[in-house]
C-alpha cells in the first residue's frame, strides 16, 4: 500500500524559503498514471492546491503562487520536493502532499497525514 | 477562476441518519468533481471521483451525483466513523485543482 510523509521544519522565519519533502514508500514514483502534488490548508481556511509535478519533471502550478514556487523530484530517492520563497504569516498552514491522477482519471488517491509549518520571527 | 461553494458549513446528524452535503460551481464543470473524508490529524481519504464513482474500498452507503454546477455526496445511514470534515474538489486536465470550504458532519 503506498504511503506518503511530509517531513521539513515546523518553524520558518519571514521572507526565507520553506522546504519540505515527501518520501513515497509502497510504490514507485515513476508511473505514467499519476502526479506528485503539494496542498495546503490554512488555519481557519479550505484547502490550496499548490502545484504538482510529472516523474519526468514537468511541474504545474497555482498561479496565484507561481512566482515563489517550486517543485522536483528525485526519482532514485523516491521523493519529490517544494520550496515556497518569501514566506510570510500568510504562508502558515498544513502542508500535504498528495498523489493526484494524471489527466482526468479521478481526484486525490492518497494523502500524506500533512505537516503544520509556521511563518514566524 | 471557478469556485467551489459547500453548504452546510456544519451538519448536525445521528447514527443511521441520511445526510446529504451539497457542493456548487461557479460555472460548469461537467463531472469533474471529486469528494473526500478528513479526520483531525489523518490523511484525506478519496470517497467519489467524475463526480459518481466510488473509489475502491469505500463503503457503498457513500454515494454521489450531479453534473454542471450542482453536486451532492450521500451518506445513506450514517456510522459511527462517518463523524468528519467532508470536502468537494473540481479538477481538470490543466491540471487545476480547487476545493469547497468543507462541511464539518457532526454528532447531534
Known amino acids: 500500500q503506498l504511503q506518503l510523509q511530509e517531513s521539513g521544519p515546523g518553524l520558518v522565519k519571514p521572507s526565507e524559503t520553506l522546504s519540505l519533502t515527501c518520501a513515497v514508500s509502497?510504490?514507485?514514483?515513476?508511473?505514467?498514471?499519476?502526479?506528485w502534488g503539494w496542498i495546503r490548508q490554512p488555519p481557519g481556511k479550505g484547502l490550496e492546491w499548490i502545484g504538482n509535478?510529472?516523474?519526468?519533471?514537468?511541474?504545474y502550478y497555482n498561479p496565484s503562487l507561481k512566482s515563489r514556487v517550486s517543485i522536483s523530484v528525485d526519482t532514485s530517492k523516491n521523493q519529490f520536493s517544494l520550496n515556497l520563497s518569501s514566506v510570510t504569516a500568510a504562508d502558515t498552514a498544513v502542508y500535504y502532499c498528495?498523489?493526484?491522477?494524471?489527466?482526468?482519471?479521478?481526484?486525490?488517491?492518497?494523502w500524506g497525514q500533512g505537516t503544520t509549518v509556521t511563518v514566524s520571527s | 477562476d471557478i469556485q467551489m461553494t459547500q453548504s452546510p458549513s456544519t451538519l448536525s446528524a445521528s447514527v443511521g441518519d441520511r445526510v446529504t452535503i451539497t457542493c456548487r460551481a461557479s460555472?460548469?464543470?461537467?463531472?469533474?468533481l471529486a469528494w473526500y473524508q478528513h479526520k483531525p490529524g489523518k490523511a484525506p481519504k478519496l470517497l467519489i471521483y467524475?463526480?459518481?464513482s466510488l473509489e475502491s474500498g469505500v463503503p457503498s452507503r457513500f454515494s454521489g451525483s450531479g453534473s454542471g454546477t450542482e453536486f451532492t455526496l450521500t451518506i445513506s445511514s450514517l456510522q459511527p466513523d462517518d463523524f468528519a470534515t467532508y470536502f468537494c474538489?473540481?479538477?481538470?486536465?490543466?491540471?487545476?485543482?480547487?476545493f469547497g470550504q468543507g462541511t464539518k458532519l457532526e454528532i447531534k
Open positions: 498528495a498523489r493526484p491522477y494524471y489527466g482526468l482519471l479521478g481526484g486525490m488517491d492518497v
Open positions: 509502497g510504490g514507485s514514483i515513476i508511473s505514467t498514471d499519476y502526479y
Open positions: 509535478i510529472y516523474y519526468t519533471g514537468s511541474t
Open positions: 460555472q460548469s464543470i461537467s463531472t469533474w
Open positions: 467524475k463526480a459518481s
Open positions: 474538489q473540481h479538477y481538470n486536465s490543466s491540471p487545476m485543482y480547487t
